[in-house]
């Protein structure tokens, strides 16, 4: 495979054998910053410690697994049953059959998989980028198993399980050691795919609100937000944000189809750019609107209204209040 054979030559290169240290070395905070700044945005270090610690007590009273079937046996025994706390006293920590908690806190788990019984398990990383992952199957002829339903909560954390599996066999077949596996997955292989074309896009066909709690950096070009599965590239947002100013601030486009992730909680996210700044239309001014005040999602600030549609006369009053303050509404400039 020539993606393998590439990979095989930077290894002994000066560059190669950095990389191969780091990963070696396994700094849980190198390898989000680095590899996945989306997950270490959202991430509140304090928890990931504790989130690490709780795992790594439970973990390490495992016995080694000599074998993928072990492996796996060994890892349906943490999901399926309680993780305590550090302190006792505390109680548990994720409690036996609750798959929906243990998802959010599947990238700890992984870290420390990975870390104890690294041949066996990989850390996660893909978590808000399976297109690369999606890619990089392509791009080097392993196959990913089916998504599970987004409610088939064991089933998301089983996807994990069916990955290691299928890097595991990857890795045998091309006689890598994890520490090199890891490196060409997160490092060389994103940097020999194409890059995500968020091009071409097509005429809008409905616009959506989307209620954030935090802002944007208003020189970021692309974000990720979570949307229902009916937005579709080219699809237009209106956007509320809660902090730090409370309102309205603009337009954005869908820059991509929903795609589907089985460990993001929320299971499917989309890229959004081309920030079209408008006038802020404050919580004040939509609260002495007449119109808006009455809206079913003011009494929620617009919070948690993503994917929700906005109708015509939505659209049309909102307009009306921009050009009063003098923004020119040619939303197909976008």
């Not at 349906?76 to 998802?103: K, S, W």
């Not at 077949?173 to 596996?181: G, R, T």
């Not at 609107?289 to 079913?296: L, M, Q």
Request: hydrophobic share 40%; net charge negative.
């Amino acid at each position: 495979m020539k993606y393998i054979e590439e990979f095989k030559t930077f290894l002994n290169s000066f560059e190669g054998l950095e990389i191969q240290d780091k990963f070696d070395q396994f700094n849980v905070f190198y390898l989000l910053n680095d590899y996945n700044s989306i997950e270490s945005e959202r991430t509140v270090p304090d928890l990931l410690r504790y989130d690490l610690a709780a795992f790594t007590q439970v973990v390490q009273q495992l016995p080694q697994p000599n074998s993928i079937e072990e492996a796996k046996v060994l890892y349906e025994q943490i999901i399926d049953h309680t993780v305590p706390c550090l302190d006792p006293a505390d109680g548990d920590f994720i409690t036996a059959g609750d798959y929906r908690n243990m998802l959010h806190a599947l990238v700890s788990l992984s870290f420390v998989l990975s870390r104890i019984f690294p041949a066996y398990f990989i850390p996660y990383l893909y978590r808000y980028k399976m297109h690369q992952l999606a890619q990089t199957a392509e791009a080097c002829d392993f196959e990913l198993r089916a998504m599970p339903k987004a409610d088939d909560w064991r089933g998301r954390c089983m996807y994990y399980w069916e990955l290691c599996e299928t890097l595991y066999n990857f890795r045998m077949k091309h006689d890598l050691i994890s520490a090199e596996l890891w490196p060409f997955l997160y490092h060389f292989a994103p940097a020999c795919l194409p890059m995500i074309d968020f091009g071409n896009l097509p005429a809008p066909t409905h616009i959506w609100w989307v209620g954030k709690r935090e802002s944007i950096d208003e020189y970021r070009n692309t974000t990720l937000m979570h949307l229902r599965n009916s937005a579709r590239k080219g699809d237009l947002l209106a956007r509320y944000e809660a902090a730090p100013t409370q309102g309205i601030t603009g337009f954005w486009r869908v820059l991509s189809d929903p795609i589907i992730d089985p460990i993001d909680p929320q299971y499917t996210y989309c890229y959004v750019g081309n920030r079209l700044h408008t006038p802020l239309l404050s919580y004040a001014e939509l609260k002495a609107d007449a119109y808006f005040s009455k809206h079913p999602l003011f009494k929620r600030r617009f919070l948690n209204s993503d994917g929700r549609m906005i109708s015509e006369a939505d659209l049309k009053q909102l307009l009306q209040m921009l050009q009063a303050k003098g923004f020119d509404c040619q939303l197909e400039l976008l």
